[in-house]
C-alpha cells in the first residue's frame, strides 16, 4: 500500500530555513506528481507545492512562492521541501501526497512533520 | 488565484440526518474539484475526485455533485465516525486552493 513517511520537522529561527523530505513507497514513484501541503495549528488546509512525476515543472502557493522550492530523486524515491526565510506564520504540519489516479488532486497523504518556527 | 468559500462554517447535525456543505469557487474549475474529511489528530482523507465519484472505499452515503463554481457534498445519513472537518479543494487552475473547511459537530 502506499506509504509517504515525512522527516526533517523541528524548530527553526525566524530567517532560517529548513529541508524537509518525504520518503515514498508501495507505488511507481516516478509516475506520481507530488504535493506539499501544510497546517498551521487549528487552522485550514494551505497548499504549498506540486512537482510533476518527472521533476520537469513546479507550481507554488502565493504563502511560500519565491521562498520555496520543490524537488525530487526518483532513484531515491523522494521529494524534497526547502524552504528560506522562514517567519512564525510558516509554523505548521508539512503533509507530502500523492497525486491521484485520475488526476492532480492530493490521493494519499503521509502523516506529516511539524515546523515550528520560533526564537 | 482562485477563491474558494465553503458554507456554513459549521454545521449541527443529529446522527442519522442528512448533512449538505457547500463550496463555491470565484470562476469556474470545471469538474476539477475534491473533497477531504479530516479528523483531529489526523491526515485528510479524500472522499470525492471529479465533483462527483467516490474515492476507494468511501460509504456510498457521501456523494458529491457540481460543476463550473458550485458544489455540493452531501451526507445521507450521519454517522458517528462522520462528525470531521470537510475542506473543498480545486485543482483546475494553478496555484490550488482549499476551501476553509465545513465543520460538522453533533446537534
Known amino acids: 500500500q502506499v506509504q509517504l513517511v515525512e522527516s526533517g520537522g523541528g524548530v527553526v529561527q525566524p530567517g532560517g530555513s529548513l529541508r524537509l523530505s518525504c520518503a515514498a513507497s508501495?507505488?511507481?514513484?516516478?509516475?506520481?506528481?507530488m504535493h506539499w501541503v501544510r497546517q498551521a495549528p487549528g487552522k485550514g488546509l494551505d497548499w504549498v507545492a506540486f512537482?510533476?512525476?518527472?521533476?520537469?515543472?513546479?507550481y507554488y502557493g502565493d504563502s511560500v512562492k519565491g521562498r520555496a522550492t520543490v524537488s525530487r530523486d526518483n532513484s531515491r524515491r523522494t521529494v524534497v521541501l526547502e524552504m528560506s526565510s522562514l517567519k512564525p506564520e510558516d509554523t505548521a504540519l508539512y503533509y507530502c501526497?500523492?497525486?491521484?489516479?485520475?488526476?492532480?488532486?492530493?490521493?494519499?497523504w503521509g502523516q506529516g512533520t511539524l515546523v515550528t518556527v520560533s526564537s | 488565484e482562485i477563491v474558494m468559500t465553503q458554507s456554513p462554517a459549521t454545521l449541527s447535525v443529529s446522527p442519522g440526518e442528512r448533512a449538505t456543505l457547500s463550496c463555491r469557487a470565484s470562476?469556474?474549475?470545471?469538474?476539477?474539484l475534491a473533497w477531504y474529511q479530516q479528523k483531529p489528530g489526523q491526515a485528510p482523507r479524500l472522499l470525492i475526485y471529479?465533483?462527483?465519484t467516490r474515492a476507494t472505499g468511501i460509504p456510498a452515503r457521501f456523494s458529491g455533485s457540481g460543476s463550473g463554481t458550485e458544489f455540493t457534498l452531501t451526507i445521507s445519513s450521519l454517522q458517528s465516525e462522520d462528525f470531521a472537518v470537510y475542506y473543498c479543494?480545486?485543482?483546475?487552475?494553478?496555484?490550488?486552493?482549499f476551501g476553509p473547511g465545513t465543520k460538522v459537530d453533533v446537534k
Open positions: 501526497a500523492k497525486d491521484g489516479l485520475y488526476g492532480d488532486y492530493e490521493g494519499d
Open positions: 508501495g507505488f511507481t514513484f516516478s509516475s506520481s506528481g
Open positions: 512537482i510533476t512525476y518527472d521533476g520537469s515543472k513546479k
Open positions: 470562476q469556474s474549475v470545471s469538474s476539477n
Open positions: 471529479g465533483a462527483s
Open positions: 479543494h480545486q485543482y483546475n487552475n494553478w496555484p490550488f486552493i
